[in-house]
């Protein structure tokens, strides 16, 4: 006997935000169709018969916030059978960690508004989604300890500082500095300037560093575990 099914497959986009010494946000939309009308959602849609995964979440993101990003990580799936009020409906989701300030967001027919929020003072969210960056945020966490990051969301030249703050915010905690260097100095992942930071308030120059390029990208491939 045949089985009949009514299952629609869509996408969701987890992009978390982060700028220098400041907090983690994720992008939003707010809807401009039922069901969760006028809400705040993630980006996202159903995928259409020709697409792949990757080009329907490419292609919802950037119709519906005008973000364009190169690459997104698959995060889970998500297939509650009550999770959509217009059916049976199963989302992949699917998350990227970048610098808002390389954006300009644009709100299309898809969507009336679109903004970044910190993941601490979030709205209330359409469907599921509260627990879609509930899971994205302990990914990240989860993945900055076998995988260096910064390269994307630092400038081209920082001081350690910015980077142990990088850390700290992602983790949601302190860390232990000393340690940390001597860590991320062993990884061969930074490279020492005889530049200083330009000081803004009286205090000793802050040492500027860059990242080994050609390092960083083969731990980025080949992924590595350190504690921090």
Do not use: C
């Not at 006028?38 to 995964?53: I, K, M, N």
């Not at 950037?62 to 999770?83: A, C, D, K, M, W």
């Not at 949601?172 to 061969?188: A, E, T």
């Amino acid at each position: 006997m045949a089985i009949q099914q009514n299952i629609r497959l869509s996408v969701d986009a987890v992009v978390f935000g982060y700028t220098a010494r400041e907090s983690i946000s994720v992008l939003l939309i707010k809807r401009t169709i039922e069901p969760f009308l006028h809400s705040w959602a993630l980006p996202g849609g159903f995928v259409r018969d020709h697409e792949s995964l990757e080009e329907a979440v490419t292609r919802e993101l950037q119709t519906e916030s005008g973000v364009h990003i190169n690459y997104l990580e698959q995060l889970y799936t998500f297939g509650l059978p009550s999770r959509d009020p217009r059916g049976r409906v199963v989302s992949v989701a699917h998350f990227a960690l970048v610098n808002p300030t390389n954006f300009k967001l644009a709100a299309s027919s898809d969507a009336e508004d679109a903004g970044w929020f910190n993941i601490k003072e979030l709205p209330d969210l359409a469907f599921d989604h509260a627990g879609i960056i509930a899971e994205a945020v302990k990914r990240l966490r989860g993945k900055i300890r076998y995988q260096p990051i910064g390269f994307e969301l630092l400038d081209k030249k920082f001081p350690i500082a910015d980077l142990e703050k990088l850390y700290e915010t992602l983790l949601d905690r302190p860390i232990d500095r000393r340690n940390f260097q001597k860590k991320m100095n062993h990884l061969g992942i930074l490279i020492a300037h005889n530049e200083t930071q330009k000081q803004l308030s009286q205090g000793r120059p802050a040492k500027l560093f860059s990242f080994n390029e050609k390092r960083y990208f083969q731990l980025m491939k080949d992924g590595i575990a350190f504690e921090v």
